[in-house]
């Protein structure tokens, strides 16, 4: 290196630094913010923001995906197959699992730094606006999701994009992503969670998930229990709506496990898709990517023109969901996935057996404390030949000897073992499945936090 580089090296290292530094300082701010857990049903505040900055939520088409389990798998492979066909796309997805800026992807890619604070700076004096306008009406500031979905739409629009595939929050009707009108809705299965602010029964919860269909929207909807599908059609109904069901007018036709996933035929609204190699595990995953090619038809062709299958196949070779059944390291096996209700538990647990065979299989469990554990425990027990509880590093977590006894009385004593903080779980686990000899293994659940610490302790970070 000569003499004349080294101030210029120096230079990009102060800016690098100042960059990450006030990125923190970003972040910080709105996590400080009224979490995501908490939802007040309005939009009022939301849409006076994307007003005051010229709705640009607007200028690109939406496809809009809510539902109770599969929401960011099948967004993800959703982008993934868009951008396969040359289209620039925005993915919005939560929550994160190491960085916010996960949450904002730009043709696939995390948005760069620089990139979101050029967006802050644009869009930091509408909030500021909206929430003393908000604060002097006696009503509470933006939250930290109102804030992050707002500056996803305003990167969209700075990029420009071609279109956005935006996963929602919580819900739907009063999510902060529904300021947007999508093209298409895409419902993945729904099923019992977030209680306090959905309801208690599948109708109430399907009510608001199905607020996010449009007039004229095409809604494309995974298979569904019985409430939900009434629920559903009265939406697109009244809507004015199209709609196609998994089983009825697009499905999996045929799926087989194969070395690093499986192999996947789907009959979609316009083609039928066949030998599609998809590198993630278990049949939910399968129906999600059904549910994804049914969704690209409906955008692209109306539902009546089928894709490209040979782009098809590398759109679909090449699609990641990390922390969803992730194998992150091996021997012992470690896989992490980010089941947190008893309805992705049972899917986890049918999907353990399916595409894997474990001598002794260790399950790793921290739950929040607002979730059906008792369900969530007594589904996983299927599965696994012993439980080891934690917690993980979100202040939501149940604590470890509570969780410990509801263990117990659920799976009985000799199932369980409790350790109070994760990195010694994550060794105490891993040293039970190498009692099973090389084909031993840990299943690492509970919530995405947990999927989240236990990659970061194994040392992977990576969620391209």
Known sequence: MSPDQRPDQ?????????????????????MARMPESDVVPTLDRVAR?????????????????TGTNGKTSTTRMVERILR??????????????????????????????????????????????????????????????????????????????DVAVVEVG???????????????AVITPVGIDH?????????SIASEKAGIIKPGARVVSAEQEEDVRAVVADAVEAADAR???YGTEFGVTAHDVAVGGQLVSIQGLAG???????????EHQAQNLALAVAAVESFLGGGEQPLDVELLREAVAGTTTPGRLEVVRRSPAVIV???????????????LAESFTFARLIGLVAIFEDKDAEAMLSALGTAVDHVVVTRNSSPRSMAPEALGRLAREVLGDDMVTVVENLPDAVDLAGGLADEGGVSGGVIATGSIHTAADVRMVLGTTDVA
């Open 10 to 30: 120096r230079r990009e290292a102060a800016e690098e630094l100042e960059v990450r530094r006030r990125v923190r300082e970003v972040t910080d701010a709105l």
């Open 49 to 65: 923001v994307m007003e005051l900055m010229g709705d640009p939520q607007r200028i690109y088409p939406v496809i809009h995906l």
């Open 84 to 161: 396969e066909t040359g289209l620039r796309t925005g993915r919005f997805t939560s929550p994160h699992l190491h960085d916010p800026l996960e949450r904002i992807t730009i043709d696939g890619a995390s948005i760069d730094p620089r990139h979101f604070l050029e967006v802050w700076d644009d869009v930091a004096p509408f909030l500021a606006i909206v929430d003393a306008e908000s604060e002097q009406a006696g009503g509470p500031p933006l939250s930290y999701f109102e804030c992050i979905a707002v500056l996803a739409f305003a990167a969209f629009a700075d990029a420009p994009v």
């Open 170 to 184: 919580l819900g739907g009707r009063w999510d902060a992503t529904n300021v947007a009108d999508g093209d298409v």
């Open 195 to 203: 209680e306090r602010f959905l309801g208690s029964d599948l109708e």
């Open 243 to 245: 709609l196609a069901t």
């Open 272 to 282: 039928e898709y066949t030998d599609l190699l998809l590198p993630l595990h278990g």
């Open 337 to 351: 996935d980010s089941a947190h209700n008893p309805h992705g538990m049972l899917t986890l647990a049918r999907a």
